[in-house]
């Protein structure tokens, strides 16, 4: 059986399912659904993890392979039923979430030989540490730094700023702030350690969407809306960035597989610059982001890959 976890509305993920629905594969869906009750037998005849997933009971030992997308495995601690004083409510309900992540990790050591494309250990990668493995697999990257002390810096250039971890998006009842890339300004410094880069004229952009040793790019021409000069996440919906297919050259890919290889990534998105002195600068990985741009303008059909990968390996169990 496929396990496949991920999020509602993923639109990777809904087409990858209708490939494996034409080919008549079975598959479970573990999206945001909550996991209303499991049993764990370990040390005797039974030795097996059963969970059940909106009435469906699932043994992990009838498990292959595993895709995983995003993170959604979640127990109903509402099954807990017990009355504690109020005094000790807070404590209790952290000592719930420790054992509650104790399970949760027990049953991701049973499936981690079965993660085909991706697993839980690639949430979150170190952005600092991608910068380094990129050059010591001999790639260009932006002249970086991090400081809480800018202004006591001699630079010469413009820089751009952006989170030393991830993109965090704001909510506000029905507002939503999204955290872009932004041009520094003095005036907006502060005393909390900061990622500066030096900005990269561009031709364009390129997104490579890397699995399992192959890359698939497209060029995004982001530079000629002002809307999308600095991060082309910052869509015009009126005048949307045009895309293309695009070939990386061999030598930039074999690097790219070597970075991948150095981090254990086997899934990632790529962001490049190929720049305004034709030289291609690597920027970032996410390993878990969002690549259907990459099969819609590339034509390559990667929803369609991913079930066949699925399949593939799962026939070798």
Known sequence: MILIQSIESDI????????????????????????????????????CILLNINGKSIKLTDINVVWYRRSTFTLDT??????????????????????YTALRQFIFTQLENKFIINSPKDEHTNKLQNLQNALKVGLEIPETFITNQYLNLDISFEVIIKPISEIVNFYY?????????????SNKINDFPTLFQKRIPKYFEIRTFYLRESCYSIAIFSQSNDNTLLDYRNYDLY???????????????????????????????????????????????????????????????????????????????
């Open 78 to 99: 509402k099954l807990n039923k017990n009355k504690y004083p109020k005094v000790f409510e807070d404590n209790i309900k952290k000592f719930e979430n420790k054992e």
């Open 12 to 47: 990777i993920t809904e087409y990858t399912i209708r490939w494996l629905n034409f080919k008549e594969v079975e598959y479970t869906l573990l999206t945001n659904d909550v996991v209303k009750s499991s049993t764990y037998s370990i040390g005797n005849k039974l030795n």
């Open 173 to 185: 009842k029905q507002y939503q702030c999204l955290t872009r890339t932004e041009l520094f300004s």
């Open 239 to 317: 005048n949307p960035t045009r895309s293309v297919p695009y070939k990386l050259p061999d030598l930039i890919e074999q690097k790219l597989i070597a970075l991948m290889k150095s981090l254990k990534l086997n899934s990632g998105s790529i962001d490049i610059i190929y720049s305004t002195n034709n030289k291609y600068i690597f920027l970032e990985i996410n390993p878990l982001g969002q690549f259907y741009n990459v099969s819609y303008y590339g034509n390559y059909y990667l929803e369609k890959k991913i079930a066949e990968m699925l399949i593939k390996y799962g026939n070798k169990y």
